[in-house]
């Protein structure tokens, strides 16, 4: 029988070699190569179907991002209790994702956007997104969004929150967010927000193989006006066909154990 150990250590530490984002983008890799390459297509594809996003969708690693939004002085109180990596490095950092915990929404939409599906259903229509295979119901059915998330007698916050949708005519889409927890992030600078923040996400079909979104927070809490967290563009993927793409715990805390945080010592001890 062969021996795997060797092959098993060598290629942890060539994992290990990476940051937990850097492990991230590895399998995407074909995915964001599939997205550049299909956007050389000027193809339209012909005209929009009416009222159909069905099927899958390339998009970039990250979404283009807003202006930085002007913050409450409770939105500053939380914003400095978060360390993001840019700043403090792998090690010093107290990102969420940092040991693969749920991106939450809305940073799901904004980053790791690589791929998207719509699935439209006749009372919701499903929302998967590629990264973390992390699927939403966003509800069609004229219910209106809890306004008492966390409160007494109302529902708990969950990390994707509760979402409706409905046509702005004919080719976009809107959806509604409420009652993210608050746990998760805005995105990987660190913006943070409240349970009852309301986001507001809109796809339009350009034609068959464009699309358009854009996704716009509302947390008077958090921040002291509506900003655009961050606006992507989609391409239609004619194979229909999508990639496996996760953050796997275990490889996320490997790596600190055995890199980042031995590093950082080594890194202040020569200061």
């Not at 098993?8 to 940051?19: E, I, N, Q, R």
């Not at 074909?30 to 069905?54: K, V």
């Amino acid at each position: 029988m062969r021996d795997r150990s060797a092959t098993t250590v060598v290629g942890l530490l060539a994992l290990l070699a990476f940051p937990p984002a850097a492990l991230a983008q590895l399998g995407a890799g074909a995915q964001n190569t599939l997205y550049s390459r299909l956007n050389r297509d000027p193809s339209t594809g012909g005209p929009a179907p009416r009222r159909d996003l069905s099927g899958s969708w390339a998009g970039p690693l990250m979404a283009d991002r807003g202006v930085a939004p002007s913050m409450t002085p409770l939105g500053n109180q939380r914003f400095a209790l978060n360390k993001p990596e840019s700043k403090f490095g792998v090690a010093g950092s107290n990102d969420p994702w940092r040991t693969c915990d749920p991106f939450g929404f809305p940073r799901s939409a904004v980053e790791e956007v690589r791929e998207i599906t719509f699935a439209q259903m006749a009372d919701k229509m499903l929302v998967l997104h590629g990264y973390q295979r992390v699927w939403r119901d966003v509800w069609t059915d004229g219910r209106e969004l809890p306004t008492n998330v966390d409160a007494k007698g109302g529902p708990g916050a969950r990390w994707y929150g509760y979402s409706i949708g409905h046509w702005d005519g004919d080719y976009t889409f809107v959806i509604d967010t409420a009652g993210s927890d608050d746990r998760s992030w805005l995105n990987s600078r660190g913006y943070p927000h409240s349970v009852d923040a309301r986001v507001e996400e809109r796809y339009t079909r350009l034609d068959h193989n464009h699309m358009e979104m854009t996704v716009t927070v509302n947390d008077p809490k958090i921040y002291t006006q509506p900003f655009v967290l961050g606006t992507a563009k989609f391409r239609w993927i004619p194979s229909q066909e999508t990639e496996e793409q996760v953050c796997v715990p275990s490889e996320g805390l490997a790596y600190l154990d055995v890199i980042a945080i031995p590093a950082a010592g080594d890194s202040s001890k020569g200061k």
